[in-house]
């Protein structure tokens, strides 16, 4: 489990243990109820922020997805260098929310942007909706990876800084309840994930990288 996990999930434990213990004694119908709901409740946040070991995609031009969830699109977008592809993950509340490097090199950019905070799943998320952008460049080229905060995803987490090298499957951060995860993979990157398709951070291959010398990028 991630750190944050135990921040928000242990005081509705402790709450729900409270609410409990003072209504069985009493007995306190009301408080039971209270007790349980806060159990439950605390019991949804800590399995939310859970933190599963993964066996990462071993192939060396694989590249592995950067979250759990549904995909949500794929299709071509141009950028200020160029076409791009773009695979966009929908995480649901129920899946982990720990974001993985999809490939192995170097954090060589991150931006962080304010914006609005539509639907995860609206395609207008990936423009307007505030995101956390960060870039990885390798031997396979380079893969941009944005995380976007959702209508309730309101908290985006990125632990690494520019110049941090990462290997493929690494962690790199969280979007907490909710969001959606967009990969942008040079033209010639092999899709291999159609929409509707579930994937697993780090496990899961999205695409795969092209033979190429030159790492001109997204």
């Given at each position: 489990m991630v750190k944050e996990g135990y921040w928000f999930g242990l005081p509705f434990v402790l709450i729900a243990g409270g609410l409990l213990?003072?209504?069985?004694?009493?007995?306190?119908?009301s408080l039971v109820v209270g007790g349980l709901f806060c159990l439950v409740f605390s019991l949804f946040?800590?399995?939310?922020?859970?933190?599963?070991?993964?066996?990462?995609?071993?192939?060396?031009?694989?590249?592995?997805?950067?979250?759990?969830?549904?995909?949500?699109?794929?299709?071509?977008e141009v950028s200020a260098r160029g076409p791009i592809q773009r695979v966009s993950i929908f995480m649901s509340p129920f899946d982990v929310h720990v974001n993985r490097s999809?490939?192995?090199?170097?954090?060589?950019?991150?931006?962080?942007?304010?914006?609005s905070f539509r639907a995860a799943y609206d395609p207008r998320a990936s423009v307007e909706n505030e995101q956390n952008v960060f870039?990885?460049?390798?031997?396979?080229?380079?893969?941009?990876?944005?995380?976007?905060?959702?209508?309730?995803?309101?908290r985006i987490v990125f632990r690494k800084k520019p110049?941090?090298?990462?290997?493929?499957?690494e962690r790199v951060g969280l979007i907490r309840f909710g969001s959606r995860v967009d990969i942008l993979l040079e033209p010639s990157a092999e899709v291999v994930v159609?929409?509707?398709?579930?994937?697993?951070?780090?496990?899961?291959?999205?695409g795969f990288s092209a033979h190429r010398?030159?790492?001109s990028g997204i």
């Amino acid at each position: 489990m991630v750190k944050e996990g135990y921040w928000f999930g242990l005081p509705f434990v402790l709450i729900a243990g409270g609410l409990l213990g003072i209504g069985l004694t009493w007995p306190a119908k009301s408080l039971v109820v209270g007790g349980l709901f806060c159990l439950v409740f605390s019991l949804f946040v800590l399995n939310f922020f859970r933190d599963p070991e993964r066996a990462v995609a071993e192939d060396p031009r694989a590249i592995a997805s950067p979250a759990d969830g549904r995909v949500a699109e794929v299709c071509q977008e141009v950028s200020a260098r160029g076409p791009i592809q773009r695979v966009s993950i929908f995480m649901s509340p129920f899946d982990v929310h720990v974001n993985r490097s999809p490939i192995a090199g170097t954090i060589d950019e991150v931006s962080y942007r304010k914006g609005s905070f539509r639907a995860a799943y609206d395609p207008r998320a990936s423009v307007e909706n505030e995101q956390n952008v960060f870039r990885v460049s390798g031997e396979q080229g380079q893969v941009t990876v944005r995380q976007i905060a959702g209508v309730v995803a309101r908290r985006i987490v990125f632990r690494k800084k520019p110049g941090d090298r990462v290997e493929r499957g690494e962690r790199v951060g969280l979007i907490r309840f909710g969001s959606r995860v967009d990969i942008l993979l040079e033209p010639s990157a092999e899709v291999v994930v159609r929409k509707g398709s579930r994937v697993r951070a780090g496990s899961s291959i999205v695409g795969f990288s092209a033979h190429r010398d030159d790492t001109s990028g997204i």
